[in-house]
């Protein structure tokens, strides 16, 4: 029964050079945008290491 459940297998639905540009490039970029815009540079420090920290725990 569980075996008519199960999701049909699949490849690799998103690229895998797109992985890091989605979870680490883009929102670099965008707390980039937003330093220029508010010249915070504290925003932009805790901004980057948020991101880091998510990714490396």
């Known amino acids: 029964m569980m075996t008519d459940l199960r999701y049909p297998l699949?490849?690799?639905t998103v690229p895998f050079w797109?992985?890091?540009v989605i979870g680490i490039v883009l929102p670099c970029a965008i707390f980039g945008g937003i330093y220029f815009k508010k010249k915070n540079?504290?925003?932009l420090h805790?901004?980057?290491l948020g991101v880091f920290f998510i990714?490396?725990?």
């Open 10 to 12: 699949q490849g690799n």
């Open 18 to 20: 797109a992985v890091p």
């Open 41 to 43: 540079f504290y925003d």
């Open 46 to 48: 805790h901004g980057i």
């Open 55 to 57: 990714r490396c725990s």
